[in-house]
């Protein structure tokens, strides 16, 4: 079987001369297998061969050929049109359980929650029908989809679905937070729920003045008070900090009830575990195609996805499996590696009072930042990076020194032409440079990006192309504000190994702000505590050790964390469970480095 995408957004026949057609063997020999039709090139997949040509043609990385077994086509559910994205399998919801859904984006995972919650009508991969639930229920036919299905389509259960982008809601709703909220309340919560996630402070804001954590605790409010049979949940925890995380991920919790479904989006690998009772891993071809595995033990499940390999399907999804560091050696820095340190540092910005405790960054140092949002770990990288000066204390770096700054919000960045253009005159590269083909832009997705407008990128996009910009620039010091957040896992882990192999290559020093833990265990060798009261004042203790750092950070959340003992990845214990009252009562530790296990009772 084979599929030929188009990607409409990067086709631009009029700017190749109809490479693509042109020379195509199928077209030479009088068929037509490439045709451009309304100012896009179309593919027939029963004429297209699978030689390439036309993917190796096309200057704007349009096209892409790919060869599937054919019994997968058996397992087709959803195609948006010709030449698009394919999508076999779905997940399986299960009454009382969490299911949650980890894989790269692109793959299909929106569109399968919007299938479930009857916003999409499955195609089964024909595009030109009309496919009646009947025949959906017969495709079906023996899976507990099917009774899934059939309910949805006779109206027996309602969903609701809480979308990945948050940021385009005001666009949607207007109104204030609490009429809003208070005009859905369907199960008599609204009370609790607005305690639990600290919604009073915004409850008379409008949605347009919602900032984007505050965007994603309305939207997860909304949902989480409706009283419908199916919960839907995509991405909750972007712009969140990890006391909300946790916080939303037991509210989730208690949805699962014995007569509800609920399927969660995760791209938080320690909230997708404490969350879900199973997961289904997708993979594929971000933009062309997407297949969902058979559920697995939500355990087995995120271990199979770090490894790479998927046993019960005999697949390979990545060349090489993600390990953690256990038990790391600490780093005994010389005098000569050191680049800036600071002394105690005082910053008030309005009713916000930040005090900070001296501290150092060698060469070849990555410093995580930890701590709740509205603490002064943005204002901390901007005294650092020279945007804005202390009132009391200062900043000593080694000589000149260069910084190159990511900022936080992605609307600081200048949005004006193509990526490619961007690379050139903004950042100072050559994008045509085959180094920074191989080791920046290739890894970070972004070589078939280079030919779009800035201003027409998504998120992830956006953040993708915001990293390489910090990291191509020639610096000393990088300062690099939550750079995980719209990223998948697996960029996430891409982008954590660019930061550490561009620190130690260079010898340069990072400081990286960042809510993910397994994101900044697996990027750190410091990390740095802020703790404090959000929005009134804030206190910054001095980088320490991996492990002495997380624990200070843990225990004020009073939260405890062990290692997986087949991954070494940290995984959080469900509160009062046995380990967590080992960890805190034996052990001393909320952050244990070795691997340790519940015994068998």
């Known amino acids: 079987m084979r599929l030929a995408i188009v990607k409409k957004d990067l086709c631009k026949p009029r700017r190749c001369n ?34 390439g040509i036309c993917v190796k043609k096309c200057p704007f990385r349009a096209i892409t050929i790919v060869n599937l077994p054919d019994e997968y086509e058996r397992r087709a559910v959803h195609r948006y049109g010709p030449n698009a994205f394919k999508l076999y399998g779905l997940p399986i919801p299960q009454r009382g359980r969490v299911i949650g859904i980890i894989g790269p984006n692109g793959t299909g995972k929106s569109t399968a929650l919007k299938i479930l919650g009857g916003r999409i009508r499955p195609n089964l991969g024909r595009i030109d029908e009309e496919i009646s639930w009947s025949e959906i229920l017969r495709f079906f036919r023996g899976s507990e989809l099917q009774n899934y299905f059939d309910q949805l389509a006779s109206g027996r259960i309602r969903a609701v679905y809480k979308p990945q982008e948050v940021s385009k809601i005001p666009q949607i709703l207007k109104g204030r ?34 900032s984007g954590g505050e965007l994603q605790k309305f939207a997860i409010a909304a949902v989480l008070i409706r009283d419908v049979d199916v919960y839907l949940i995509d991405e909750p925890s972007s712009f969140l900090d990890i006391r909300e995380r946790l916080k ?31 997961v289904h891993i997708v993979y594929g071809e971000p933009g062309a195609y997407g297949i969902f595995s058979l559920p697995r033990g939500v355990r087995v499940g995120v271990n199979a996805y770090l490894r790479g390999y998927l046993r019960e399907e005999n697949i390979l999804i990545r060349d090489e499996p993600i390990r953690f560091k256990l038990n790391p050696v600490p780093i005994e820095w010389r005098p000569e590696d050191l680049l800036v340190s600071w002394s105690s540092m005082i910053k008030v910005l309005g009713d916000f009072k ?10 070849g140092e990555v410093i995580g930042i930890l701590g709740p949002n509205g603490i002064g770990k943005t204002t901390f990288v901007k005294l650092l990076a020279g945007i804005i000066k202390p009132d009391k204390g200062y900043v000593n770096i080694q000589g000149e020194l260069k910084v190159s700054y990511k900022p936080q919000f992605l609307a600081e960045m200048e949005l004006e032409g193509t990526l490619y253009e961007h690379l050139k005159y903004n950042v100072g590269v050559n994008p045509e440079d085959s180094h920074i083909k191989s080791n920046f832009l290739r890894p970070l997705g972004l070589l078939e990006l280079l030919e779009r ?42 982008v954590a190994k660019l930061i550490r192999r561009i620190t130690e290559e260079r010898k340069a020093a990072t400081f990286v702000v960042e809510h993910d833990i397994i994101a900044q265990d697996f990027v750190s060798d410091s990390i740095m505590v802020f703790l404090g009261t959000p929005g009134v004042s804030g206190h910054a203790y001095s980088p320490e050790g991996l492990h002495k750092g997380m624990n200070r950070f843990l225990s004020d959340l009073e939260v405890t964390f062990r290692r997986d003992r087949d991954t070494g990845r940290p995984r959080v214990n469900k509160p009062g469970s046995w380990l967590d009252r080992y960890q805190k009562e034996v052990l001393k530790e909320y952050y244990y480095m070795a691997p340790l296990e519940e015994p068998e009772h």
């Open 453 to 494: 407008d800035l201003n027409t990128l998504s998120g992830g996009e956006l953040q993708r192309v915001a990293i390489a910009s910090c990291l191509l620039r020639d610096a000393d010091v990088y300062l690099i504000d939550e750079p995980m957040a719209y990223l998948d896992v697996e960029y996430r882990l891409i």
């Open 354 to 363: 930040l005090y900070i405790e001296p501290g150092e960054i060698h060469r």
């Open 248 to 278: 939303l991920a037991g509210l989730i919790r208690r949805l699962a009830t014995k007569d509800k479904y609920t399927v969660v989006v995760e791209h938080d690998l320690v909230v997708l575990d404490y969350i879900s009772d199973s």
């Open 18 to 51: 109809k490479e693509c057609v042109r020379f195509c063997p199928i077209n030479r020999s009088g068929a037509k297998c490439v045709e451009i039709i309304e100012d896009k090139a179309r593919i027939s997949e029963p004429l297209c061969l699978g030689c």
């Open 177 to 210: 937070v609490g009429e809003i909220l208070s005009k859905i309340d369907e199960r008599g919560l609204l009370r609790e729920i607005s305690k639990e996630l600290n919604l009073n402070p915004i409850w008379n804001r409008r949605l347009t003045q919602l």
